[in-house]
């Protein structure tokens, strides 16, 4: 199994809904990460996890809300979201340069993406 | 990471060869040079990745400048499903785990 699922494809929201974006793969990687990609602009990094610890966070604000249970998972949780911050959220994986046999090239591979819209 | 340096658009004809140029002046000796690609309503997709020598994969070619402050990814024969923005991407060595930073990309479209 070569690939990163997202969940939902889609997902409409009010400003004072919860919900939450789902992110899974079988590849064995230990590194996991949160990308937003804003419409006809690169994708900016959110949160990275290494070994189901946050190793970064990139200064993203407490609305969102990152949550790793296990080495296949990955959740983003979403409340009280503003329309600004209607997007594509990307979720990829990697080897962690912790592995046995870690490659040094670190290839990462994304889903296809969430798309957000906040009303 | 070391900055990259792409054109914003280019176009190509169907069935020709497509160059695409990165330059990345301020490379290190341990940066690895990435290559990924995102077709339109997808995520990014990785394309090939090298260090110093040329690099051929089944996708594309890669050409590494002999002082690495340049390479150049060789699509041999660009089909429609080619159009994409392709990012030119340096990774230290050991993955940094937050450094996959994305630069603008060039824009390619190709025409049939």
């Known amino acids: 199994d070569t690939e990163v699922t997202q969940t939902p494809k889609h997902l409409v929201m009010g400003m004072t809904n919860k919900k939450s974006l789902k992110c899974e793969q079988h590849?064995?990687?230990?590194?996991m990460y949160w990308y937003k990609q804003k419409a006809k602009k690169p994708p900016e990094l959110m949160f990275v996890y290494s070994y189901e610890k946050l190793s970064i966070n990139e200064s993203v604000p407490s609305r969102f809300s990152p949550e790793c249970p296990n080495s296949s998972l990955l959740n983003l949780h979403l409340h009280a979201l503003q329309p600004e911050d209607s997007a594509l959220y990307l979720c990829?994986?990697?080897?962690?340069?912790?592995?046995?046999?870690?490659?040094?090239?670190?290839?990462?591979?994304f889903g296809a993406g969430s798309r957000l819209t906040v009303l | 990471d070391a900055k990259t340096t792409q054109p914003n658009s280019m176009e190509s004809n169907e069935e020709e060869p497509v160059h695409l140029p990165c330059n990345h002046s301020t490379i290190s000796g341990t940066d690895y040079i990435h290559w990924y690609r995102q077709l339109p309503s997808q995520g990014p997709e990785y394309v090939i990745h090298?260090?110093?020598s040329n690099v051929n994969n089944r996708m594309a070619s890669l050409a590494i400048a002999e002082d690495r402050k340049s390479s150049t990814l060789i699509l041999h024969r660009a089909t429609l499903r080619d159009a994409a923005v392709y990012y030119c991407?340096?990774?230290?060595?050991?993955?940094?785990?937050?450094?996959?930073?994305f630069g603008k990309g060039t824009k390619l479209s190709v025409k049939p």
């Open positions: 090298g260090l110093t």
């Open positions: 991407i340096l990774r230290d060595f050991g993955g940094s785990q937050g450094n996959l930073i």
């Open positions: 990829a994986s990697s080897q962690d340069s912790r592995d046995r046999g870690f490659s040094g090239a670190n290839v990462l591979t």
């Open positions: 590849m064995g990687h230990r590194a």
